[in-house]
């Protein structure tokens, strides 16, 4: 089974470093402000006492900061190559900004995450987020509010972020999220949503390591750009589309804006899937031997088996949870949750079931704090303890929220917030479901335990 990737690795490279000479601007509403090199134009909310910074470092471009509405306000707009940090689009971008700022406040609290569509990019959408932290300020922690934008401009991706302290009122709020959303407007090159065969063999010749011989073959399907050196490859484009229709059918979704094809790599045999794996995730062979398929980044990898393989599918929910629908938080046992439950039948989840009712499945308060349920540690009460064990459990436990009669009816909401939501957060988890569903985690485990005593 494969290493998933729920949030991006940051790189220790990446430093906001904003740190620098400040002016004194009056900045009036509607100011624009041009950034030629990333044909990006940001028109400001009204600042009192502003200051600018003017001479920008590596990734922070620009910084403004003054008052507005009673709170002290800093926007910064920071830009970044998207190949630097393995970036595809603004929801990574996003995910990544965010995780950088979960590090230096690891207080952050998810307010709103949503993706919005308009002019924000060489893709017409970005990743818009609201959130609550605690800033460490001269003068101390301080409570804070947190509302950051990310989009894509070809090469770069950008961040406006937008900090106030205390944290805004709902009317300046209201203010900083409609500059947010209506104040940046792109005017360059957009992206081939295809992607141009350049493009794709550039991928290839990129990703793939030399040994792996001869140009790919590409196949676009609705969904997918599938590069590969397989005589399969059109029985096995079709198979993607499959799994799409059978993915979008249990966790029913609408199609997303538009986006690039989703890359698929399909290799003719294992060794080669296992040189490009090594490769690509610096691990070793032997390593990546032990998977059949992962999906990570943008795209999913594999090698030619029976197109019934259930990996294909297990590893498409990955890839469409996070690069289509931007669900990828939660932590591991919502992520291998919903692609096990996809993958698995009723009756397969049974034993898991058995585990719930004899107390040797972790109550949920533990379960969902799992960072790993392929990795964790194994507990010597329990027998046959095993990664794929953990998996089932998972499976389950999507189930319960999926079919159980109290719960079904806001399934879609269940994903969308547990989705959205940092990893492995369980008092997030447990207001979460105060919120869908007026029950707190604990009485959640307890209706959990019943539904299993009554499942058939
Ligand atoms: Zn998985």
């Not at 990006?40 to 909310?45: A, E, I, N, S, W």
Request: net charge neutral.
């Amino acid at each position: 089974m494969p290493p998933d990737r729920f949030f991006i690795n940051s790189s220790s490279a990446y430093r906001m470093a904003c740190a620098a000479i400040f002016i004194a601007t009056a900045i009036r509403g509607g100011d624009a402000v041009e950034f030629k090199e990333y044909n990006l134009t940001l028109t400001l909310p009204p600042i009192e006492n502003a200051t600018t910074q003017i001479n920008p470092t590596e990734d922070c471009r620009q910084v403004w900061e003054g008052s507005m509405g009673g709170s002290r306000i800093k926007i910064t707009f920071l830009a970044f190559p998207m190949s630097k940090f393995h970036l595809i689009n603004p929801d990574d971008a996003l995910t990544f900004v965010v995780d950088n700022q979960v590090k230096l406040d690891p207080a952050l609290k998810l307010l709103k995450r949503e993706t919005v569509i308009g002019p924000y990019g060489s893709v017409a959408h970005a990743g818009f987020l609201h959130a609550t932290m605690k800033r460490n300020a001269p003068s101390g922690i301080v409570d804070s509010g947190y509302m950051a934008l990310c989009g894509a401009a070809i090469n770069d991706a950008y961040a406006v972020e937008v900090f106030s302290t205390p944290p805004a009122d709902a009317g300046t709020s209201a203010t900083i999220a409609n500059f947010l959303k209506k104040g940046i407007v792109y005017n360059g090159k957009v992206y081939d949503l295809k992607w141009t065969d350049q493009e794709a063999l550039d991928r290839w010749k990129r990703d793939v390591p030399p040994e792996v011989k001869g140009a790919p073959e590409i196949r676009r399907t609705k969904h997918y750009i599938i590069f590969t050196n397989s005589s399969s490859g059109e029985l096995f484009a079709k198979k993607m589309e499959e799994c799409y229709d059978t993915i979008q059918k249990i966790y029913p979704f609408p199609e997303t804006p538009p986006r690039r094809l989703m890359p698929v790599f399909l290799f003719r045999t294992s060794d080669q899937y296992n040189l490009y794996y090594s490769k690509i995730a610096g691990v070793s062979v032997e390593a990546a031997s032990k998977s059949k398929g992962h999906a990570w980044r943008d795209y999913y990898a594999t090698s030619y088996d029976a197109p019934n393989d259930p990996v294909h599918i297990h590893e498409a929910t990955h890839q469409i949870f996070m690069n289509r629908l931007w669900l990828s938080g939660g932590g591991s046992w919502f992520q291998e949750g919903v692609a096990e439950f996809v993958t698995t039948k009723h009756n397969d989840r049974n034993d898991a079931s058995r585990m719930v009712k004899k107390h040797q499945s972790p109550p949920l308060p533990e379960f969902v704090k799992i960072q790993s349920l392929l990795y964790s540690p194994s507990d010597a009460k329990r027998e046959g303890d095993t990664g794929a064990a953990r998996y089932k459990e998972a499976a389950l436990l999507i189930e319960f929220f999926h079919e159980a009669p109290a719960l079904k009816a806001k399934f879609p909401q269940f994903l969308a917030a547990i989705g959205k939501l940092l990893p492995n957060d369980a008092d997030a988890i447990d207001a979460a479901f105060k919120t869908l569903y007026n029950t707190s985690i604990a009485e959640m485990d307890a209706a959990y335990l019943k539904y299993c005593e009554s499942r058939n």
